[in-house]
Each structure stands twice: as C-alpha cells, then as structure tokens.
C-alpha cells in the first residue's frame, strides 16, 4: 500500500528523563523519576508500579543511596553528549521532525529562581540550532514526568498554586529563547497520568496531611490543566503562531462482548480515562460525567471563575496523544479490580508483547475516527511503537521483524484514517533511539529503530547500531510504500 499524504510529518519521540543522562550536571536538579531505582522484574507482564512505594521519605532515599542501588533514569542514552549522533541517525533515515523534551530542572532547578540557569539554557540552544541546521523540525515537550524535586519537597509540588506561576515562567523563558526554532509546543506529556500517579509531578500524600488521595490527585491535575492553559494564553500571545498541542495517554478500550451491561461499564470508563483529558483541552470545562465522579468521591476542586475563564478561552490548537495498544472491560473485571477503571483486560483477536501490550493496529483507525469526529481538531500521534528485550547479533544488528511489522500495521491504519477523512498531520515513533523505559525502568524494554549498547545496569559503550526497521523506515520514507 502506498502512503498519499505528502506533507505529513515522519518522526522519532524521546524524553529528558529517559534519553539525556547527565543528570547533575551544569547545575541541573533531581526529578523523581530519576530517584527510583532498578529493580529487575520477576513478571514483565504484571504491572511494576507499586504506588505506595512512593513516599517522599522513600524516594529521598535514592539521594544519599547509600544501598548503592542502580539510578537508571540518571544515566539514560548519555544524549546530552551524543544528540549530534542521534539527529543525524534521525535525518539519516529521512525524518522530517524530532520530538523531544527540556528537563525544566536544567532550566530552574529550584523552580523559584529569579533568572534562567544559563548552561542549561546553552545545551538547547546547541540541539536546537543543530536540528536546524540539518533541516529537521522540532516539537517540544516542557513536562515530561520531571518536575524539579526541589518544588516537590519546598512546596508541596502540584497541590500549591505557585509552582502553576512557576510553570509559566519557565514557558516565558522557553519562548524568549526558543520560540522562533520551536515548530510545535506540547506544555504536559501524558497529562493524565497525575490523575493517577501524582508522585509522578513531585506530589506526595505525606505532604498533604488530612487530604484523601482523590482530593491529591485531581487537585494536582487540576493545577496542571491550569498551568498549560496560561502557558497555551501566554505562547499566542509572544509567538502568535497556533502551534500548540495537548498530549495525553490514549487508553482506547473495547466492551468485552455486546451484552449491554459490560456496554455501559465499558461506556463509563472510556469517560473517565480518556474522554475527560481531551474534553478539557478541547472544550475548556468539566464534562458533568466528571462532576458527578467528584461528588461520589468527596473531590472538591480548588479554583475559581478566572481560572476557569482562562481554561475556557486557551483550548489547544491539535490534539496529540500517545498510542500503544487496546484493551477490555468487563463488569466482572472491574468488580474484581475494585472499581478500578484501567481497562486493560485481555482481548482473545489480539497478540501482546512480553509486556502484557496488546498489538492492535486497527484501534489506531478507530482511536484517529473517534478523536477527529468528535473534536475536530488537528490530531498528531505523539507516541507510538513496540518495546522487545533485543541483543545485538554477530553481525552487529538487530534483526526486528516484528517492529516492522509493527510499523507496517499503524501505518496502514493511519493511511486508512486519512483515506476516512481524518484530519491527521503527523506520527512521532516513541524510543526512536533505544532509552530507558517510564514503566519498568529497564533499559532492555528497547522500542529503537536503533539499538544503543546499554544494559539494565547502564553497562556498556553507549554506541549506536541501526536495527533492520531503521533500513525498513528509510526505504518507506522514500518510497511511500508501506
Ligand atoms: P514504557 C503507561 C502506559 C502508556 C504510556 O512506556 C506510558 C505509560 C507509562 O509507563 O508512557 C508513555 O517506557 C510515556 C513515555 C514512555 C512510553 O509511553 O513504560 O510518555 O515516557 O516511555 C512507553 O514502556
């Protein structure tokens, strides 16, 4: 099959915390992501995140580590000293745009400083023009999970409206400097994973005495649709371009089967985890669904009329999201999972990776469809791809027929959703170049279309190798055949 859409944007996604490594150096601070250890798993395909584990006290722990444990978040690809490398892999093999973030810690490691820390300010500068140079676009995450872990400990994180002017300063300064080589701006990665890890954004219970968990974590997602709404107001105003996006944690589910029961359960959760983040981006309010889900469980949101006048008048321009997998609900699992609404349950049409992730190419059709008609918005794949443990073979490569058969299945879907009418500009594949994974903290959950010699342990050269995929990108790049 031949892709049509000449103009769309081809691309490769990473992240500070999981890609640049250099974790203290030129002044930068600590984010909680890079405070959790490794720890190698016993089942991959069993949820790892054991949020109770994630006190502050605990976390504070990893600072003077004196178990000498494995920070892998620290270490990452070692980006900060190789992105010439990796953007020329990245041009190499014919990418248009490279989606990336700034670690707001190397920008104001406390938050609260007055002025910009100015080698953090150059490392961009450097990547930036770089990208420029070799003709690459660029969109920009500003949060990508790493809140500075001064703001968590001096301020409480997200539950205190200060560190929301924080943020905007910290935007202010990104668009001073980097406004005219940014081509797309996303203020929040995943903004929807606050509603259930606020620990995630430097916000822990233990900081909040007396205040319910539900309380926490919608207040503190709360403050984060705040603070992208301003920062949405104040980057139309200094750059006066419409080039700013939301970016959420897609969790398209399926009813189990058609008996209208799991239906409406299944009805129920697709509101609550996903409809409700696009709703507020796009829309501006609170859909009355979420109203009523306050009122079940206590939740009183903090705000007032100007701030819910600033979310109403700042909606984004394209919505963005990341795209993995599909997943089930049934009533009988979500009884079984007290109430919980992951809706993550096992779907017999379809094959998983050793994670558990459930591979669905044709969700990606339906998820682009419901998105657009619902919306009308711009949309833009902001994650996408497949993770697998891979070790390089003799001939100094990998040999991922199934990434490519990933690639070839999400690509069709894509060229089907345009061919519905789906307003659809853009895919950036996640882990482009092989990083250390946000779930699992394991570097051998590798989604690369190029393989770095890094194990669990951080042990290794560092080197780049290009795996078949990355062959089989480049031929479609130039070609268009999928
Ligand atoms: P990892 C869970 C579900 C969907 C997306 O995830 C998620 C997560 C968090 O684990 O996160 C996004 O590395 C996120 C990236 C992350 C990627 O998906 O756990 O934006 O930072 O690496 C893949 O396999």
Same mark, same amino acid.
Request: charged share 25%.
């Given at each position: 099959?031949?892709?049509?859409?000449? +103009?769309?944007?081809?691309?490769?996604?990473?992240?500070?915390?999981?890609?640049?490594?250099?974790?203290?150096?030129?002044?930068?601070?600590?984010?909680?992501?890079?405070?959790?250890?490794?720890?190698?798993?016993?089942?991959?395909?069993?949820?790892?995140?054991?949020?109770?584990?994630?006190? #502050?006290?605990?976390?504070?722990?990893?600072?003077?580590?004196?178990?000498?444990?494995?920070?892998?978040?620290? %270490?990452?690809?070692?980006?900060?000293?190789?992105?010439?490398?990796?953007?020329?892999?990245?041009?190499?093999?014919?990418?248009?745009?490279? #989606?990336?973030?700034?670690?707001?810690?190397?920008? *104001?490691?406390?938050?609260?400083?007055?002025?910009?820390?100015?080698?953090?300010?150059?490392?961009?500068?450097?990547? %930036?023009?770089?990208?420029?140079?070799?003709?690459?676009?660029?969109?920009?995450?500003?949060?990508?999970?790493?809140?500075?872990?001064?703001?968590?400990?001096?301020?409480?994180?997200?539950?205190?409206?200060?560190?929301?002017?924080?943020?905007?300063?910290?935007?202010?300064?990104?668009?001073?400097?980097?406004?005219?080589?940014?081509?797309?701006?996303?203020?929040?990665?995943?903004?929807?994973?606050?509603?259930?890890?606020?620990?995630?954004?430097?916000? *822990?219970?233990?900081?909040?005495?007396?205040?319910?968990?539900?309380?926490? #974590?919608?207040?503190?997602?709360?403050?984060?649709?705040?603070?992208?709404?301003?920062?949405?107001?104040?980057?139309?105003?200094?750059?006066?371009?419409?080039? %700013?996006?939301?970016?959420?944690?897609?969790?398209?589910?399926?009813?189990?089967?058609?008996?209208?029961?799991?239906?409406?359960?299944?009805?129920?959760?697709?509101?609550?985890? #996903?409809?409700?983040?696009? +709703?507020?981006?796009?829309?501006?309010?609170?859909?009355?669904?979420?109203?009523?889900?306050?009122?079940?469980?206590?939740?009183?949101?903090?705000?007032?009329?100007?701030?819910?006048?600033?979310?109403?008048?700042?909606?984004?321009? %394209?919505?963005?999201?990341?795209?993995?997998?599909?997943?089930?609900?049934?009533?009988?699992?979500?009884?079984?999972?007290?109430?919980?609404?992951?809706?993550?349950?096992?779907?017999?049409?379809?094959?998983?990776?050793?994670?558990?992730?459930?591979?669905?190419?044709?969700?990606?059709?339906?998820?682009?469809?419901?998105?657009?008609?619902?919306?009308?918005?711009?949309?833009?794949?902001?994650?996408?791809?497949?993770?697998?443990?891979?070790?390089?073979? +003799?001939?100094?490569?990998?040999?991922?027929?199934?990434?490519?058969?990933?690639?070839?299945?999400?690509?069709?879907?894509?060229?089907?959703?345009? +061919?519905?009418?789906?307003?659809?500009?853009?895919?950036?594949?996640?882990?482009?170049?092989?990083?250390?994974?946000?779930?699992?903290?394991?570097?051998?959950?590798?989604?690369?279309?190029?393989?770095?010699?890094?194990?669990?342990?951080?042990?290794?050269?560092?080197?780049? *190798?290009?795996?078949?995929?990355?062959?089989?990108?480049?031929?479609?790049?130039?070609?268009?055949?999928?």
């Amino acid at each position: 099959m031949k892709f049509t859409k000449k +103009d769309f944007l081809w691309g490769g996604a990473t992240a500070a915390n999981q890609f640049e490594g250099e974790y203290n150096k030129d002044g930068k601070s600590l984010n909680v992501a890079e405070m959790i250890p490794y720890t190698p798993l016993e089942d991959r395909a069993s949820m790892p995140m054991n949020l109770a584990s994630f006190t #502050r006290a605990n976390i504070e722990k990893s600072i003077e580590n004196k178990a000498g444990l494995h920070y892998p978040k620290r %270490f990452g690809s070692n980006h900060y000293n190789r992105y010439k490398e990796d953007i020329d892999l990245l041009v190499e093999a014919g990418m248009d745009i490279y #989606r990336m973030s700034i670690s707001w810690g190397r920008i *104001f490691p406390n938050g609260d400083e007055d002025q910009p820390n100015a080698k953090g300010l150059e490392f961009y500068h450097n990547l %930036f023009n770089y990208c420029k140079s070799k003709g690459i676009k660029v969109m920009t995450t500003m949060h990508h999970f790493d809140t500075p872990y001064p703001i968590g400990k001096k301020y409480g994180g997200w539950m205190n409206k200060q560190v929301i002017d924080m943020f905007v300063k910290y935007a202010k300064t990104l668009f001073t400097e980097f406004g005219d080589v940014v081509d797309y701006w996303l203020p929040f990665n995943e903004i929807n994973i606050s509603s259930f890890a606020p620990m995630m954004s430097a916000t *822990f219970p233990e900081d909040h005495p007396g205040v319910s968990y539900d309380q926490l #974590r919608f207040q503190t997602l709360h403050n984060q649709f705040i603070a992208q709404a301003k920062v949405v107001a104040l980057g139309h105003e200094m750059l006066g371009k419409k080039n %700013f996006g939301c970016m959420v944690a897609n969790m398209t589910s399926y009813p189990i089967d058609c008996n209208p029961v799991n239906v409406i359960e299944w009805q129920k959760q697709q509101q609550i985890a #996903r409809y409700f983040f696009f +709703d507020m981006v796009a829309k501006g309010e609170y859909p009355t669904y979420m109203l009523k889900l306050f009122e079940k469980l206590n939740v009183k949101i903090d705000t007032n009329d100007q701030e819910m006048a600033i979310l109403k008048n700042n909606p984004v321009d %394209f919505l963005s999201f990341s795209y993995y997998m599909t997943g089930t609900v049934s009533k009988a699992e979500i009884e079984k999972a007290n109430g919980n609404l992951m809706g993550m349950g096992k779907n017999p049409f379809l094959k998983a990776n050793e994670w558990g992730w459930q591979i669905d190419g044709q969700g990606l059709r339906f998820t682009l469809n419901d998105l657009w008609d619902r919306y009308h918005l711009p949309l833009f794949i902001a994650e996408n791809g497949v993770g697998h443990d891979e070790k390089l073979n +003799d001939q100094k490569t990998v040999e991922d027929d199934y990434r490519i058969d990933y690639m070839k299945e999400h690509f069709v879907a894509i060229q089907d959703a345009l +061919d519905d009418g789906v307003n659809v500009f853009g895919y950036t594949m996640w882990g482009v170049i092989d990083l250390v994974s946000a779930g699992t903290n394991e570097m051998s959950k590798r989604y690369g279309l190029v393989y770095v010699d890094y194990d669990d342990y951080h042990k290794g050269t560092g080197d780049r *190798f290009k795996k078949k995929s990355f062959t089989w990108f480049k031929k479609f790049k130039e070609s268009g055949e999928i």
